[in-house]
């Protein structure tokens, strides 16, 4: 919820600053082997307004697996109505690497493992997103290519196809109860052939002067309640945590997920006219 730019490469550039935003999370804690993320982004619009770059990195832990990742973001936005229309793309590879040496083995077993070699697997993804002050919409598809292993042992194979890709739907609107009472609802659905169709219900509550408080709370269906919070240090700072309260297939053997991020901005005063709340 903090960092579209994940999700939706035509995201960036839309905070209209320089907007540098870290991210850590431990998921299903207590689960041998868990995941946990290292996210680290940053974007910005150029001079002419219409362009913006951004640049993304990801380190993915799980099990005895590291996934890392690197992309370039581009997105071209222009006026429409009262609000922008953005167009996004983005362009990078993943870099897969097994440590065996990790491995918990009988104490029987004597033959040892070689760590793999790290593969390089390119991909692409595209997106398209609205905005103005008042609500936000979204539409992308992040990654366009897959990957099978060759029979022949020779490596990974790149395919695309309707049916491998996630079309990830977004939207969210604002609604001012007060200048220090705000509301903020919005929701994820993430749709793929062939698979049911998995949404995230959000409400975020903003309170006091310059929304220095969001309280929040969120459905993942058939995974998580989460509970989350993010505090305006200042105008350049932002800190939040969320806590997801396991309802899966993992309940019993996690005690829920952390995640905290961490955001940085080049501004030096808040627009009024103009807030940032998506």
Not at 191 to 197: D, G, T
Not at 221 to 229: C, D, L, N, P, Y
């Amino acid at each position: 919820m903090m960092n579209g730019m994940a999700i939706n490469p035509a995201y960036t550039g839309s905070r209209e600053v320089v907007s540098l935003l870290f991210t850590q999370r431990w998921q299903w804690v207590g689960f041998d082997g868990a995941p946990s993320t290292t996210a680290i982004s940053g974007h910005m619009p150029t001079k002419s307004k219409n362009v913006a770059f951004g640049i993304q990195f990801i380190d993915d832990k799980y099990g005895v697996t590291n996934n890392m990742s690197v992309f370039g973001n581009y997105a071209y936005r222009f006026r429409l109505g009262s609000g922008r229309l953005s167009l996004g793309l983005k362009a990078g590879v993943n870099v897969k690497s097994d440590n065996l040496r990790k491995l918990n083995l009988p104490q029987n077993f004597d033959t040892p493992f070689d760590n793999t070699e790290a593969i390089y697997l390119p991909n692409f993804g595209f997106g398209a997103y609205y905005y103005n002050n008042k609500f936000f919409t979204g539409l992308s598809i992040p990654t366009l290519l897959s990957y099978h292993e060759e029979s022949s042992g020779n490596g990974f194979k790149p395919y695309s196809s309707i049916n491998s890709y996630n079309f990830l739907l977004t939207g969210g609107v604002i609604f001012r109860v007060t200048d220090n009472f705000k509301i903020k609802p919005s929701t994820l659905l993430r749709y793929r052939y062939f698979s049911p169709a998995q949404y995230d219900l959000n409400c975020n509550f903003i309170l006091f002067k310059d929304d220095l408080l969001w309280l929040g709370a969120s459905y993942r269906s058939k995974e998580a309640i989460v509970g989350m919070f993010e505090f305006q240090i200042n105008t350049q700072w932002r800190l939040g945590y969320s806590y997801d309260y396991t309802i899966g297939s993992f309940a019993k053997a996690s005690s829920g997920s952390h995640e905290v991020t961490l955001r940085y901005e080049l501004r030096y005063k808040i627009n009024a006219i103009n807030p940032r709340y998506f």
